[in-house]
T-cell receptor, first 116, second 113 residues
């Protein structure tokens, strides 16, 4: 089946430093899945951070970026300068294109703490 | 704003007891989902529903039942709770159709002792 592997947390980064959370995927059901990053802030539910459905494209939101790399089957999340408010759990996920949300596969999540 | 509300937010249950987790959405969404997350693992789909009075099995339905009495409400039922069902449970909703955004509740931490 499909699977997602991401940086094992917890990860601690100092404010204004750069960040990368690694995500690699294995999609046995389809060659080019849709890729997502979800974020869960403390006390909140998961919410969509960004989504990319085309290989080679980059998605961005709230200063975060992720590029869909089909050669390396990766979708790493990056930010040039983190803020304390970025402290959260980040989930990489994939879903077969043209299927419903019941087919989403999630990674284990990476807990990120930003030190002021 | 889209909202998915879970209750209770945390619960301690006794092995062999019955547990009901409730979920209410005000998004007017047709689809609702129940996931569980175990430490070190991703969210896994237990049951989902795309219309009232009907539920579908997800990837790990064993030991769980679901009930969708109305579009707004979706419950997860553990008839005989077991230690292995200790986890965080998330409810979610989405519009019908492909590639629609999923909206999640805040989660319920269930501990079975």
């Amino acid at each position: 089946g499909d699977s997602v592997t991401q940086t094992e947390g917890p990860v601690t980064v100092s404010e204004s430093e750069s960040l990368i959370i690694n995500c690699t995927y294995s999609a046995t059901s389809i060659a080019y899945p849709n890729l997502f990053w979800y974020v869960r802030y403390p006390g909140e539910g998961l919410q969509l951070l960004l989504k990319v459905i085309t290989a080679g494209q980059k998605g961005s939101s709230r200063g975060f970026e992720a590029t869909y790399n089909k050669e390396t089957t990766s979708f790493h999340l990056q930010k040039a300068s983190v803020q304390e408010s970025d402290s959260a759990v980040y989930y990489c996920a994939l879903a077969p294109a043209n299927y419903g949300n019941e087919k989403i596969t999630f990674g284990a999540g990476t807990k990120l703490t930003i030190k002021p | 704003e889209a909202a998915v509300t879970q209750s209770p937010r945390s619960k301690v249950a006794v092995t062999g007891g019955k547990v009901t987790l409730s979920c209410h959405q005000t998004n007017n969404h047709d689809y609702m989902y129940w996931y569980r997350q175990d430490t070190g693992h991703g969210l896994r789909l237990i049951h989902y529903s795309y219309v009232a009075d009907s539920t579908e099995k997800g990837d790990i339905p064993d030991g769980y039942k679901a009930s969708r009495p109305s579009q707004e409400n979706f419950s997860l039922i553990l008839e005989l709770a077991s230690l292995s069902q200790t986890a965080v449970y998330f409810c979610a909703s989405s519009d019908e159709g492909r590639d629609t955004e999923v909206f999640f509740g805040k989660g319920t931490r269930l501990t079975v002792v």
